[in-house]
């Protein structure tokens, strides 16, 4: 599987915005697509999951609330929407993606993770 993220970019503290990822190759292999997200200095933290058909969701406490994921099963297509940004928020966002595996359907470790985007770099100003 491979995955193409976009969307990321400079955004003021209280804005919103949008990130896009792609899944292309063996799509059938990502049962789960997810987002986690990477501050400078600090480990990949997950951020929310969304599983490929049936849509159920999973997000980190840390966005529950304000932001909010979802997918488009015909263009292969992840989005996770986050609003009232915090400058905590700041990370390098990357798309990630897994298979079912013993009846596990999403992770927090990213060492769970099998295929992983090239990351888009976040930034939120006060």
């Known amino acids: 599987v491979q995955l193409q993220a976009s969307g990321g970019g400079s955004v003021q503290a209280g804005g919103s915005l949008r990130l896009s990822c792609v899944a292309s190759g063996r799509t059938d292999n990502a049962y789960t697509l997810g987002w986690f997200r990477q501050a400078p200095g600090k480990d990949r933290l997950f951020v929310a999951a969304?599983?490929?058909?049936?849509?159920?969701?999973s997000y980190a406490d840390s966005v529950k609330g304000r932001s909010s994921i979802s997918r488009d099963v015909r263009k292969n297509t992840v989005y996770l929407y986050v609003h009232s940004l915090k400058p905590d928020d700041t990370a390098v966002y990357y798309c990630?993606?897994?298979?079912?595996?013993?009846?596990?359907?999403?992770?927090?470790?990213?060492?769970?993770?099998?295929?992983w985007g090239q990351g888009t770099q976040v930034t939120v100003s006060s």
């Open positions: 969304i599983t490929r058909v049936s849509g159920t969701t």
């Open positions: 990630a993606a897994r298979p079912l595996r013993g009846g596990q359907w999403s992770s927090l470790d990213p060492e769970d993770w099998n295929y």
